[in-house]
């Protein structure tokens, strides 16, 4: 069964520091990856897009990173903001079968404090 | 401005009581579709449509109707709503549904409850 799973599923941290959230996937065959950031009250917003071939890519103070063998991404945030507060979900598109069909990930819900 | 519209925003309804929940794209996009987002869920796909006049069930289709009559609006019928349809509905729209790599855009949401 296909599946994407996060963790953690909550993050707290301070204003400044740095955070990685995790993304496992079972998704195959792949095609690729993404990393959508959801406002309280808002639609997601993506973030980035990972292809197989692809191993890390960078939005700003966001990386995303790639393994396409062991199945796992990551997302990094570098020197925090309270902006950042927000549920982060990633969101792999498998390759073949229904075009546009996504399996999302429940999310990791970050909470960035003062 | 480029955006997907959605009204309402938030709905309080009864059981039984049939509704729709409007969305519209500004952005020519070929690609629609609507998802719910519950707790501990990840977005699940109720339907969603290619292009105009065609429309196709997604994991989650059980109590829902859609229409694609225009290219820029996809309403999202409840002709019976029940309780278990308590949930935040998001549109999204894709430039087409061909490419694997097309972005979805997605609308600001509407949370529906209904007692």
């Known amino acids: 069964k296909n599946q994407v799973e996060q963790s953690p599923q909550s993050l707290i941290i301070l204003e400044g520091k740095n955070c990685t959230l995790q993304?496992?996937?079972?998704?195959?065959?792949?095609?690729?990856l993404r990393w959508y950031k959801q406002d309280t009250g808002r639609g997601p917003v993506s973030l980035t897009i990972?292809?197989?071939?692809?191993n890390t890519k960078s939005n700003g103070r966001y990386t995303a990173t790639l393994d396409a063998d062991t199945k796992q991404s990551s997302l990094h945030i570098t020197a925090s903001q309270l902006s950042d507060s927000a549920s982060y979900i990633c969101?792999?598109?498998?390759?073949?079968?229904?075009?546009?069909?996504?399996?999302f990930g429940t999310g990791t819900l970050l909470a960035v404090q003062p | 401005e480029a955006q997907v519209t959605q009204n309402p925003r938030y709905l309080i309804t009864v059981t039984g009581k049939k509704l729709t929940v409007t969305c519209s794209q500004n952005?020519?996009?070929?690609?629609m579709s609507w998802y719910r987002q519950d707790p501990g869920l990840g977005l699940r796909q109720i339907y969603y449509?290619?292009?105009?006049?065609?429309?196709d069930k997604g994991d989650v289709p059980e109590g829902y109707k859609v229409s694609r009559k225009e290219k820029r609006n996809f309403p999202l019928i409840l002709e019976s709503p029940s309780p278990n349809q308590t949930s935040l509905y998001f549109c999204?729209?894709?430039?087409?549904?061909?490419?694997?790599?097309?972005?979805?855009?997605f609308g600001p949401g509407t949370r529906l409850t209904v007692l």
């Open positions: 990972m292809t197989f071939s692809e």
């Open positions: 999204a729209s894709a430039p087409s549904g061909s490419s694997s790599y097309n972005e979805q855009f």
């Open positions: 993304c496992n996937y079972t998704v195959s065959p792949f095609s690729n």
């Open positions: 449509s290619m292009n105009v006049e065609v429309t």
């Open positions: 952005m020519n996009h070929e690609y």
């Open positions: 969101v792999v598109r498998g390759y073949g079968g229904a075009t546009n069909k996504l399996i």
